[in-house]
């Protein structure tokens, strides 16, 4: 059974810093497209980062320049190193893989930028 499992979510002041970590229990890891989305209230989920499998990143226009994806094949892991947070950045942040004809969603982590 395919698991995402989404950690280091939390409170944290405008400004300041978090890196979310999604371990994935996915055979040939290294092939799927692994991204980020979020979700705030009443508002629709949306891509927040993405990562191919050769590499090629793609941001959402509000996170370019203080958020960074990364992900490492060997543990099977992908990262979004998040900076100067802002308010707006709070939502839930669910963690994806796209294979071929499959996605799998993890159960978010909730990030909250408030002072």
């Known amino acids: 059974q395919v698991q995402l499992v989404e950690s280091g979510g939390g409170l944290v002041q405008p400004g300041g810093s978090l890196r979310l970590s999604c371990a994935a229990s996915?055979?040939?890891?290294?092939?799927?497209?692994m991204g980020w989305y979020r979700q705030a209230p009443g508002k629709q989920r949306g891509m927040v980062a993405k990562i191919t499998s050769a590499g090629t990143i793609v941001y959402a226009d509000s996170v370019k320049g203080r958020f960074t994806i990364s992900r490492n094949n060997d543990k099977n892991t992908m990262y979004l190193q998040m900076n100067s947070l802002k308010p707006e950045d709070t939502a839930v942040y669910y963690c994806?893989?796209?294979?071929?004809?499959?996605?799998?969603w993890g159960q978010g982590t909730q990030v909250t930028v408030s002072s």
């Open positions: 994806y893989a796209r294979g071929v004809g499959a996605d799998y």
């Open positions: 996915l055979r040939m890891f290294k092939s799927y497209t």
